[in-house]
Every structure is written in C-alpha cells, then in structure tokens.
C-alpha cells in the first residue's frame, strides 16, 4: 500500500497571501496524483487531477506540481472562501486508493 | 448532473453489520466505477472499495473479509454492508464516482455518519 504524507498538518496564512501545500509519496505514483478541499461538514471537492490539471470551474489561482513521490499545491492569494482542509490522493496502484491525512489551511 | 445520496442507519450496535445505500441520479449505475470512502471523526479518508460493471468489485485489502459492495440497477442504487462493526468503524461514510477511465473522484454525496454504539 502506498502511503501519503503531507505537510504541514496546520499552515496559517492572511488572504492574499500564498500557500503552498506538500504532499508525498512512500513510492512512485508518477503523475497519478489528486488534490481535494474539503470544508466542514461537506464532501471533498476535486481540484486538481494528473498532478496539475484544474479540475472544472477550479479557479486558476489553484495549481499543481510534481510528479514521482513530491507534489506541490500552491493557491496563489488566499481568498476567505479558500480555507479549509486540503487533501491528496494517489490513483497509480490500487487497491486501496490511499489519501493523505490533509492540510488544513486556516487564518 | 450527476448526484449521489447516501442513506441507513446512524447507529449500528458492535458486531452487527452496517449498511448503507447510495441513490444515484444524472448517470446509470450501470457505467463507471462507484466507490464507498469513510471518515473518522478528524481523520483523513480512507478507501473502502468500488463496484463496476455491475458485478466487478475490488475491495480494500485490509477490509476485504468484512465488506461488501453490491448494486440494484432497478432502483441505480449500489449498497455497502460491513460487517462484524466495532467502535473504531465510527465514521462519516461517503459514496462517491470515479472518472471516466480515472482513478480520481469526481462526484460525491454529501456524506453520512455513523456511529457504532451499545
């Protein structure tokens, strides 16, 4: 089983500042990498897939980076509607699809 | 508009079996691959397994002898039942799709919690 790891557990930023969130691999997933948000008390929402492909209506100050057992999301100037707990997961070798324990992005 | 809805118990007593529904909506249950994933009380997602073609499921490894995922095209709904639940199965359970030749999830339902108690 492949097990992901993030980092940090807790970034605190201002809105309009950057963030960037790390995400790893035990082993390679190449670009089979997805990035989730997920707010309190709703289902994760896709953002990005292929590592760097935004999924639909994601806005662009979102983006992805990385490939092997190291990714990167970065959300360019924090808007208030951006905090929240942010999620990868892995698709290259399953079963199981596995997910790493989250960022939560907070004020 | 693809929308999935779960539904069951919110309680289940320890060593009974948990099960739930998912009625979909915007896409036959007969394509795609369509997936239960839980979440404990502040931790991260964990997969559980997924059913496609109907009849073809693949389960998590360390769940495989206690889960099962089964799908009732008359009504397009797929069903998860697990069994022999302890406290540590206490989750938000979600039922969510894949994409299209994907392994990434495209549309979930709204989730619904679970608590495994006397």
């Known amino acids: 089983e492949i097990v992901m790891t993030q980092s940090p557990a807790t970034l605190s930023v201002s809105p309009g500042e950057r963030a960037t969130l790390s995400c790893r691999a035990s082993q390679s997933v190449s670009s089979n990498l997805a990035w989730y948000q997920q707010k309190p008390g709703q289902a994760p929402r896709l953002l990005i897939y292929g590592a760097s492909t935004r999924a639909t209506g994601i806005p662009a100050r979102f983006s992805g980076s990385g490939s092997g057992t190291e990714f990167t999301l970065t959300i360019s100037s924090l808007q208030s509607e951006d905090f929240a707990l942010y999620l990868c997961?892995?698709?290259?070798?399953?079963?199981?699809?596995?997910f790493g324990p989250g960022t939560k992005v907070d004020i | 508009q693809v929308q999935l809805q779960e539904s069951g118990p919110g309680q289940v007593k320890p060593s009974e079996t948990l099960s739930l529904t998912c009625s979909v909506s915007?896409?036959?249950?007969?394509?795609?691959?369509w997936s239960w994933i839980r979440q404990p009380p502040g931790e991260g997602l964990e997969w559980l397994g997924y059913?496609?073609?109907?009849?073809?499921?693949k389960y998590s490894p360390s769940l495989k002898s206690r889960v099962t995922i089964s799908v009732d095209t008359s009504k397009n709904q797929f069903s998860l039942r697990l069994t022999s639940v302890t406290a540590a199965d206490t989750a938000v359970y979600y039922c969510?799709?894949?994409?299209?030749?994907?392994?990434?999830?495209?549309?979930w339902g709204r989730g619904t919690l679970v608590t495994v108690s006397s």
């Open positions: 915007g896409a036959s249950i007969s394509s795609h691959h």
């Open positions: 059913i496609f073609e109907t009849r073809n499921a």
């Open positions: 969510a799709r894949l994409g299209f030749l994907s392994g990434y999830y495209e549309y």
């Open positions: 997961q892995q698709y290259d070798n399953w079963p199981p699809f596995t």
